[in-house]
């Protein structure tokens, strides 16, 4: 009883935001687990969520301009770029970013191991930036552009997140994706984070406290098992 009075939209009735628009990252499974979770929270809280996807650079300026009123998902180190953006301390989720190769034979200790390669990754995907800042870098805009320039030997290797990697070649599997593998002992683990433009601070405090209550009953990890398992079959 105690739990469901705490979760009541009657409680959040001081809330004056009513409706907020979030920004997202297209094409990212990422994207669909945190839009789920939000979509849960933000109806506890009483406040009407809508999502809108852009590719990743567009879509964090769009957030942290004001445009729109919040970003769905992202790693701690945007702050020191995005300073309008307010993060709700409760995470969201973790997500595993691999490099993925044709070479085969390929072994790596660290990162510095792709330093004289040529590497591609997703535009605006601030950790994977900062982890490569010194390597020859080719940014695109969407995830099937990039595991294809992999395919034609256009890149050396390729570093995406690990469900986004499987969305894009278990569904719809591309010609060629048979040669390419992930870099054995080369992982990066990121903690993803809902954040409000600073305009909606308000939300911060109800939202942490939905958030903190679904992780404790297991609502977020049902979410989570539900998409990831999918995106393995």
């Known amino acids: 009883m105690f739990i469901l009075l705490l979760l009541s939209p009657y409680l959040y009735s001081e809330i004056r935001v009513k409706e907020v628009t979030i920004s997202g990252i297209e094409n990212s499974i990422n994207h669909q ?14 406040v009407k969520v809508n999502f809108i996807t852009f590719p990743a650079k567009r879509a964090i300026a769009n957030s942290n301009s004001g445009i729109l009123d919040g970003e769905a998902q992202r790693v701690i180190e945007i702050e020191a770029t995005y300073p309008n953006l307010v993060r709700v301390p409760i995470p969201l989720f973790s997500s595993d970013t691999f490099v993925y190769s044709k070479k085969l034979n390929f072994r790596a200790t660290n990162w510095d191991a792709f330093l004289s390669y040529r590497v591609g990754l997703l535009a605006g995907i ?5 982890i490569t800042r010194n390597y020859n870098r080719i940014f695109v805009s969407s995830p099937k552009i990039l595991i294809n320039m ?5 890149l050396d290797f390729i570093i995406l997140d690990e469900y986004i990697y499987k969305k894009h070649t278990i569904k719809g599997t591309p010609k060629g ?3 390419i593998k992930k870099v054995e002992n080369i992982i990066y683990t990121t903690t993803l984070y809902h954040y409000l433009h600073k305009k909606n601070l308000s939300l911060v405090s109800p939202l942490s406290t939905v958030l ?12 989570m098992e539900y998409f990831f398992l999918n995106y393995q079959k």
């Open 150 to 154: 992999l395919i034609k030997d256009r």
């Open 177 to 179: 994706i048979n040669e």
């Open 126 to 130: 601030k950790h994977q930036e900062l």
């Open 212 to 223: 903190k209550e679904m992780k404790k009953n297991g609502e977020i990890d049902k979410i």
């Open 33 to 46: 687990v945190a839009e789920k979770i939000l979509l849960n929270s933000y109806k506890k809280i009483g």
